[in-house]
């Protein structure tokens, strides 16, 4: 239950920091989703931080898929305003 409270904050305070928007296409959708930037399975000091999760509708989400580690970078750049 812990888990799932921390879950809900976390996704929260990130959909809240990126309003309500995919932080790819820019888009507002229903569909939102929150991608953790470095893998959950492989970063457990940084499941619950808002600092490696960004905003992403469930098509670019899904776009993607298994090319994580390529967009990493870009993310961070997104999140600290270089993009």
């Given at each position: 239950m812990a888990?799932?409270?921390?879950?809900?904050?976390?996704?929260?305070?990130?959909?809240?920091?990126?309003?309500?928007?995919?932080?790819?296409?820019?888009?507002?959708?229903?569909?939102?989703?929150?991608?953790?930037i470095h893998?959950?399975?492989?970063?457990?000091?940084?499941?619950?931080?808002?600092?490696?999760?960004?905003t992403l509708?469930?098509?670019?989400?899904?776009?993607?898929?298994?090319?994580?580690?390529?967009?990493?970078?870009?993310?961070?750049?997104?999140?600290?305003?270089?993009?």
């Amino acid at each position: 239950m812990a888990q799932r409270r921390e879950d809900a904050a976390l996704r929260a305070e990130v959909l809240k920091r990126d309003k309500h928007t995919c932080q790819m296409c820019k888009k507002k959708k229903k569909k939102l989703e929150i991608h953790h930037i470095h893998k959950w399975a492989n970063a457990t000091h940084l499941r619950f931080d808002p600092g490696n999760c960004i905003t992403l509708c469930s098509s670019c989400h899904f776009s993607i898929r298994n090319k994580e580690q390529y967009y990493e970078q870009f993310f961070y750049e997104i999140l600290h305003g270089k993009r």
